[in-house]
């Protein structure tokens, strides 16, 4: 079992930032292919950002893609969001989710592929 805890939510106006932490404990960390989901209001989870268990090779949503940007520091069992330039469209419940890899170089992208989630964290951009 992985257990994941996200925290660093909250209101921001448009155009600021936030970083986003996601803190796991139970397995070895770097054993595990990361990513970040986010659910509006009314609407299905999104894939927002994935990356692999070695922090070098990551993927993005179209509409994050140079606003947002993934990493790990395996070290501290966490992965980060950070997340610029942020507009009203990114307000949302952000999860992360873990998945165990076979290999350093995979990443995920779809909901369905990842084993463990966190309870999510709040994020609200005013415009």
């Known amino acids: 079992q992985v257990q994941l805890v996200e925290s660093g939510g909250g209101l921001v106006q448009a155009g600021g930032s936030l970083r986003l932490s996601c803190a796991a404990s139970g397995r070895t960390f770097s054993n595990y292919a990361m990513g970040w989901f986010r659910q509006a209001p009314g609407k299905e989870r999104d894939f927002v950002a994935a990356?692999?268990?070695?922090?070098?090779?990551?993927d993005y949503i179209d509409s994050v893609q140079g606003r947002f940007s993934i990493s790990r520091h395996n070290a501290k069992n966490t992965v980060y969001l950070q997340m610029n330039s942020l507009k009203p469209e990114d307000t949302a419940v952000y999860y992360c989710a873990a998945r165990g890899a076979a290999r350093y170089t995979y990443y995920y992208t779809g909901m369905s592929e990842y084993d463990y989630w966190g309870q999510g964290t709040q994020v609200t951009v005013s415009s």
């Open positions: 990356i692999d268990r070695s922090g070098d090779s990551t």
